[in-house]
């Protein structure tokens, strides 16, 4: 394991210098472990799943982020795909390596996740066990994009004394993005996103603040902040609106929060807001954990919709669905955006839909950013669509504005290309 030759080139220092390794084999772990120490890494963190490794990067001192994640796939709790999916959206991870290249699949799986914003760049694949040679083939790769990587560390993540400030000064405001029906064009619902009004840097998204929020104590704060706004919004929209439906994204810290779900309802009741006209997004990663899935059966009962959001990047999602109280199927953008012209995508997304029929929830397509992308999802059936080409996230305010002034697009993008 250790028989390492010494006459190793220099390692590309400073650009990559923190190192996490995800693989559930303790021997194939070190062996990687020792590779990256003959070529004189300094910091090498190491998980054994892919659940471990998102503790390991909640963990991290503000403004370190790690530069190389060599992940294995295959690995029990959170595989690889899971874990790859859910760094793109909470964590700044700059370069990945995979291992394990036993399914040709699974790697234009991991492939297709590149696209994402914020996903690592994805350096390339390593067959078992891993070999210095090959390490550092692909490690030449990160050389050539030095710019991104000065780039990765340059925004300081907020600390959490910042974020209890400005939540104390009702700094973090939700933005709305429509859902609209593939069949009519009609408004169907809006999704409520965080933005943060920052006095000096303006206005921030969610990857500047959420993954900190995190596993504090402020969790069901923000997120009781996030529902009362919307909730205020809601309610004069469910006046010209009343078959409209809010989205509010809902944390796994929230779920097992001991009173979140009675504070919860207690906000929603106040408002005088009927459980129909509100959905719960959660993610996968979120439900496998069983406090969660306890909190998600209650709010079902309630007659609260369900969403699963992110769906189509862990493996596990069937048999959770089938075993959950969820309404809609969230598929991701990853498997949406671009699936018009790649086949593996299209694969992904046709199986999604197949699914959610079956299972007789309703289907949203996310992140649908042109044309060809909406037409495609219409094809296939799917309920509603969310993305780019119907709308950004905008203010409360600016939505009645926006069902106006987008009817007749929307109706000729129904209407499909020919029809003028
Ligand atoms: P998400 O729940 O998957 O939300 C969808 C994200 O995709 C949003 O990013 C949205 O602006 C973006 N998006 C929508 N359509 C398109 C498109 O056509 N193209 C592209 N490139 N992007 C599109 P955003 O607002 O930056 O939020 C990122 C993530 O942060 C969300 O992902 C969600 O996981 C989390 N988040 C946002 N608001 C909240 C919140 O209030 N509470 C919690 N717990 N999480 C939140
Ligand atoms: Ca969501
Ligand atoms: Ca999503």
Redesign the pocket.
């Known amino acids: 394991m250790s028989s390492v030759p010494q006459a190793a080139p220099p390692p590309p220092r400073g650009l990559l210098s923190s190192v996490l390794v995800v693989e559930d084999s303790a021997v194939q772990r070190q062996h990687v472990v020792d590779l990256l120490q003959s070529l004189q890494f300094a910091s090498v963190l190491e998980a054994s799943n892919g659940l471990e490794a998102l503790h390991v990067l909640d963990g991290l001192a503000a403004g370190l982020s790690i530069s190389l994640l060599i992940t294995d796939i295959d690995m029990p709790v959170m595989d690889g795909i899971e874990l790859i999916g859910q760094l793109g959206?909470r964590y700044r991870v700059d370069n990945l390596i995979v291992m394990s290249a036993r399914d040709p699949r699974l790697l234009e799986t991991v492939e297709s996740m590149d696209a994402a914003?914020f996903a690592p760049r994805l350096l390339g694949t390593l067959p078992k066990p891993v070999t210095l040679a090959g390490l550092q083939r692909l490690l030449e790769r990160a050389k050539f994009r030095p710019a991104d990587a000065a780039a990765a560390g340059a925004t300081p993540a907020a600390c959490l004394e910042d974020i209890r400030a400005a939540l104390d000064s009702g700094q973090f405001v939700?933005y709305f993005?429509p859902k609209v029906s593939l069949a009519t064009g009609q408004l169907k619902g809006v999704?409520?996103?965080?933005r943060w009004r920052h006095p000096d840097r303006g206005l921030l998204?969610?990857?500047h603040f959420?993954a900190r929020i995190e596993g504090s104590p402020l969790m069901a704060r923000f997120?009781l902040a996030?529902v009362e706004q919307s909730l205020k919004h809601l309610v004069q929209w469910l006046r010209s609106m009343p078959s409209l439906t809010l989205s509010?994204?809902?944390?796994a810290d929230d779920l097992a929060d001991q009173g979140f779900i009675e504070r919860l309802t207690e906000l929603v009741n106040r408002h005088g807001v009927a459980p129909s006209s509100l959905t719960w997004?959660v993610t996968e990663t979120m439900v496998l954990r069983s406090a969660a899935m306890l909190s998600l059966a209650r709010l079902g009962l309630k007659g609260y919709g369900l969403s699963m959001?992110?769906y189509g990047i862990g493996y596990s999602s069937m048999q959770t669905l089938s075993r959950s109280p969820f309404t809609e199927l969230k598929i991701d953008?990853v498997f949406v955006?671009g699936a018009s012209e790649r086949a593996n995508r299209r694969a992904i997304l046709i199986s999604s839909l197949d699914m959610g029929r079956r299972l007789g929830v309703a289907t949203v397509g996310?992140?649908?950013?042109t044309e060809a992308d909406w037409h495609l999802l219409r094809e296939l059936g799917c309920d509603t669509a969310?993305?780019?080409?119907i709308a950004k996230?905008m203010q409360g305010e600016e939505l009645l504005g926006w069902v106006r002034s987008s009817r007749a697009r929307l109706k000729a993008l129904v209407a499909g290309p020919g029809a003028a």
């Open positions: 959206k914003d939700p993005q999704e409520a996103l965080a998204g969610p990857h959420i997120t996030m509010v994204n809902l944390t997004e959001d992110d953008r955006d996310e992140g649908v950013e969310q993305g780019y080409l996230p």
